[in-house]
């Protein structure tokens, strides 16, 4: 049994290691056992590019098209370019051999040479992106409709028009302006929008309903009253054969 190791040299000097070549015994013991133009060294057959096998005799098959990742293909074996390993230069710094990548949490690993560097997704953090961070964004601390936005860091709220504020607390717009406080009442504004405070008399979120509207029973023959948000404040339920807004009309009876 031979054990073989083949090294290729460039003009830029080492290029990569080959993996032991292990054969019963010598493929060859001068080129003239090598076809298609091989050359003998040492027991074995070095091909012609585009020549495979132990003896050259394939056209190409094993190296084309080309097996390996990241090296060359030589005999049909992967010669591989530093730091990749594997049969088929498959492994290296981001492709660790029965692990993967070394970034934890889905984080991107990108290849510096023979390092590596994990660029990490947002709540996460550390060399291998092992550290989770919390994510103040998952209970929305943001009012008013505010979009949370988290860099890992800080968050930010994104306020929609009309709002500002560190956590959108804020309503730029003056409702107060429009006077939504009917009859007399006084506005104030708050970050729910505002609130009325209503004369004496008046009730609802705009002082908009007469408090004392059946108070004076305005209703006449027997008709009901009941309280609304009319300009009276009340509504006159009538009774048969009473009319009119407060009931006050009855047919006249004839002779």
Do not use: W
């Not at 804020?170 to 004369?199: A, M």
Request: net charge neutral.
């Amino acid at each position: 049994m031979f054990k073989y190791s083949i090294i290729i040299f460039s003009i830029f000097g080492l290029v990569a290691y080959g993996k032991l070549i292990e054969i019963d015994r010598p493929s060859c013991t001068s080129s003239k056992d090598c076809n298609n133009n091989g050359d003998c060294k040492a027991g074995v057959c070095n091909c012609k590019f585009d020549f495979s096998g132990p003896n050259c005799e394939n056209t190409g098959e094993a190296c084309n098209p080309n097996p390996c990742e990241r090296g060359v293909c030589f005999n049909g074996n992967c010669l591989c370019e530093r730091p990749y390993s594997g049969e088929k230069c498959q492994y290296g710094p981001c492709n660790i051999k029965g692990r993967g990548s070394p970034c934890e949490n889905q984080g991107f690993c990108q290849e510096d040479g023979e390092n590596f560097t994990c660029y990490c997704r947002t709540g996460t953090r550390g060399k291998r992106c092992e550290v989770v961070v919390f994510d103040p964004c998952t209970h929305n601390p943001c009012d008013n409709g505010g979009t949370c936005i988290f860099d890992g860091n800080f968050f930010t709220c994104i306020c929609p028009d009309g709002i500002s504020g560190q956590i959108c607390q804020l309503r730029d717009k003056k409702i107060c302006d429009s006077s939504p406080c009917l009859n007399g009442g006084s506005c104030t504004e708050n970050i729910e929008g505002h609130i009325c405070s209503c004369r004496k008399g008046f009730r609802g979120r705009n002082c908009q309903i007469k408090a004392d509207g059946c108070e004076r029973r305005p209703c006449f023959n027997g008709g009901h009253c009941v309280e609304a948000t009319n300009k009276l404040g009340y509504i006159c339920m009538c009774f048969q054969p009473s009319r009119g807004v407060n009931c006050e009309d009855l047919p006249e009876k004839n002779g």
